[in-house]
C-alpha cells in the first residue's frame, strides 16, 4: 500500500543521469511525487521520457543518482511491487499474439494474483468483451491499446505508469479512457503519464514535467509554468466600423498591435501590463464594442519551453 | 511456486497451441516404432526387437535429435520477448528475473517431457501390445528416455543462453544451430581426428575419457550403452566406460552440471540487463 502520509515521497530522484554507452538521455533529473498525484511528462520524442519511466520502474539502473520508489531502490522492482499493485502501459504495447485478449489479460491477473471475475470485468470496461475470444493477433492497435490499459489496471493498481496511453485511441475512446483513470484517481492512486497531447491531460495534471534532451526544463503546476514563461497576453478590441485604425493610434508605442482591419485588431502585452491596459480601453468609450481575452495557450507554453522561444 | 507455474503452463500452451507438441510427438515415436522394427533387420528376421536392442539404436540418434528439438524450443525464449516488447512489461510485474527464466525452462521441461515420453514410450508399448515384442530391458528403457529428457534440459539451458547474449532472433537461431554442430557433431569428430594422429602420444586413454566425459552428448551415450549389462554387451562397449572410471552417476552428474551452468550464467547476464 502506498504510504498514507501525505508529505512522504512516493517517487523521489536525486540528481539521476541516465547515459546508454556514450549517448546521455537523462541529466541531473531532480523529482519528488507526492501520494495521490498525477504527474504528467511532456516533450519531444527522444526527450527521455520513456527512460525516466523506465528508471523508475527499476527497468533500468540510473549512471549516477538515486532513484527511489517507495523508499526502496526499484531495482528490486519486484520486492517494492509485492507491496503494492502497479500498473504499467508501455509505449506501443506488445503481447503474446498467439493467445487470446482473455488468456492474456488472465496470464497477466495470475502473475499480480487477480481473479478471474476482474478479468472479465476489465474486458468489459475497455470494450473488449465481445473480442476476448480473438488471437491478439488480429487486434488492431487500439484493440492493443485498450487491452494494454485492461492489464496496466488489473489489481486496482495505486501507482500508475502510463507511457503515451491515448496513443491510437480514437476520440471517444480518449475520453472513456481518461475516465478510468480518473477513477482510479479518485482512490487515491498515483500516476505519472507521458504525453504529447497537452489538452487532454491539462485538467489532470497536478504537475507537468518538462523535458528537453534528457534536462528538465520546467517544473510545476500549469500556473507557475505560465508565471515562468511570462507569454503574452492576446486581445481581440472590436470597434465602430471604420474606427479601428484610429483608435489603434491612441495606445502608447509599448503596446504591441497587429491584425488591424476594419472594425477589429489584436493587442498583446505581458501579464503585468494587462491591467493598465484594460483601464485604458475602458476609457476609450463607446467606440469599443468588444473585447476578447486570450490568454496563453497550453501549446504555446509548451513551444515556449521547448524552443526556448519567448514570443 | 504458483508463479512459476504460471509461466511454465504459458509455454506449455504456446507448444500445444502451435502443434510444437504434436509434430515432436510424431517425430520421436515414428523413429521409435521403425527402429524397434529395423533393429532385429540384421539378425534375419524382421520383428520387433527386444528393448535393449532399441534403446541402443534410438539413443544414438537422439543424440542429434534431442538436442536439435531443445534448441528450436529455447532459443527464441528470451531475445523473442525482448524483440516484440513483451519482456518489458512482464518484468513490471511482481515476479524476480529468475523466476522469468526457471519458469520457462520448467515449461519446456514439460513439452519436452509430453514429447519423449509419449513419443518413444506411446510407440513402444503400441509394438509391444500389437506385435508382441520382448520387453527385455525395459529399465534401460525407461533409464534412456529420461536420459534424453536430461539431454534435452543441456540444451534448453544452452539455448537460453544464446538466447540472452545475442540481440537479435536470427542471430540466435544462426548461433543455435552452430551450437549443435558444435556439440553433436564437431566435438567428437575433431576429437577422433586428434586420436587418430596423435596415436595414443599425448592423448593416453585416461585424457580421452576426461574430453569424452565432458561432452554432454558422448555422456548421454556412454550412458545409455553401459548402463544394462544387456545393452552394454549388445553395444561391444562392454567394460570400457568402467575401465576408464566412468559410472553412470559420473556421467548424470557432468550432465547435470551442462544443465546448472549455462542457466546460472543466464541469469547472470538477465540480472545485469538494462531492458
Redesign the interface.
Known sequence: MVDTNASSDVISLRDVTKKYSNETVLQNVDLNVQSGECIVLVGHNGAGKTSLLKLMLGLTKPSSGVVEVLGKNPAFSAAVAQGLSLGYLPESVAFYEAMTGREVLSFYAQLKGSNSAECEKLLELVGLGDAAKRRVGTYSKGMRQRLGLAQAMLGNPQLLFLDEPTTGLDPILRQHFYELIDGLQKQGATSIISSHALSEVEARASRFVILKAGVVVACGTLDELYQQATLPIRMKISVSPGEASAVAQRFGSDVNISDINNKSFNLSCLVDEKMPLIRHISSLGDVVHDMQIMPPRLDELYSHFMNGDPS | M??LW??AL?EV??GL??RWIAAAIILLGTLAVALSLLGSAPTGSVRVSDLDITVISLSSLSVYLIPLIALMLSFDALVGEFE???M?????????RWQVIIGKFLGHLIILFIAIFTGYGGAILLMTLLMGGGTEGWQAYIMMMASSLLLGAVFIALGYLVSILVRERATAAGSAIGLWLGFVVLYDLILFGVLLVDEGQIIGQKLFSILMLISPTDSYRILNLSMFEGVSQAAGIAGIASEAGMNSSVMLGVMLLWVVVPLMMTLYVFQKR??
Open positions: 504458483s508463479l504460471t509461466l504459458k500452451r504456446d497451441r502451435n516484440r516488447g513483451t518489458m512489461l512482464l518484468l513490471t510485474y511482481p515476479l524476480e538494462e531492458i
